[in-house]
């Protein structure tokens, strides 16, 4: 099973628009962390956000929010007043932190493609 | 800037032939990470690294090689025995494996 799903291949929102891109997760840890990261056509990848398991309050960083729905074990993004420099992939990760080799690493989804238009 | 450089952009490789792609960082972090990124695919992890001298195979480690000489650097060789090697190739470092990672703009490997 894949431990982080991203059902949108695609994403068309209009300029100042707001936009949620979806992820949710598989883990039986109690204890892991959730990011997102932005990929434009350069290819490098940029941080964006970060939710911990334990972590009461949504996280937030600027225009990006993280809509934190433990239960349902969802993580989805949400960019309020998109701007034309968004366009960009999408990609949601995991890090699961009670691993036997002591060590933790993050899982990828497949990511969302969004594209702004004026 | 502090910042992780991947050299070269572009890299093509021939029949049977080994090359090695480049990944340094003066961030001053211990963890670094290889990962591969297919078109339509999500980043799958290759082999990463905590401490020099030290490394673990990730998801898709068949047909690659690294070594971890220096903290700072972090080389992967695609050998011949990958028979599939046209990919993305994404380095990444991070102050532990518990934090975030920084990546490098990537290196593009195509088979002639």
């Known amino acids: 099973a894949q431990k982080i799903t991203q059902t949108q291949p695609g994403m068309f929102v209009q300029e100042k628009e707001a936009v949620t891109l979806d992820c949710t997760y598989d883990t039986s840890d109690p204890s892991y962390g959730l990011f997102w990261y932005k990929q434009p056509s350069s290819g490098e990848m940029i941080f964006l956000i970060y939710q911990g398991s334990y972590d009461q309050q949504n996280a937030t960083e600027g225009r990006y929010s993280l809509n934190f729905q433990k239960a349902r074990k969802s993580a989805n993004l949400v960019i309020s007043a998109s701007q034309l420099g968004d366009s960009a992939m999408y990609f949601c990760a995991m890090r699961e932190d009670s691993r036997d080799s002591g060590y933790s690493t993050l899982t990828f989804g497949k990511g969302t493609m969004l594209l702004v238009s004026p | 800037d502090g910042g992780i450089t991947q050299s070269p952009k572009y890299l093509f490789r021939k029949e049977g032939q080994n090359v090695t792609l480049s990944c340094e960082q003066n961030?001053?972090?211990?963890?670094m990470y290889w990962y591969r990124q297919d078109p339509g695919q999500g980043l799958r992890l290759i082999y990463y690294?905590?401490?020099?001298?030290?490394?673990q195979k990730g998801d898709i480690a068949e047909g690659y090689s690294v070594s971890r000489e220096k903290k700072e650097s972090f080389p992967l060789t695609v050998t011949s025995a990958q028979k599939n090697p046209t990919a993305f190739y994404l380095c990444?470092?991070?102050?532990?494996?518990?934090?975030?990672?920084?990546f490098g703009s990537g290196t593009q490997l195509s088979v002639l």
């Open positions: 990444a470092s991070s102050i532990s494996t518990y934090e975030k990672l920084f």
């Open positions: 690294s905590q401490i020099v001298n030290d490394f």
């Open positions: 961030l001053n972090h211990d963890a």
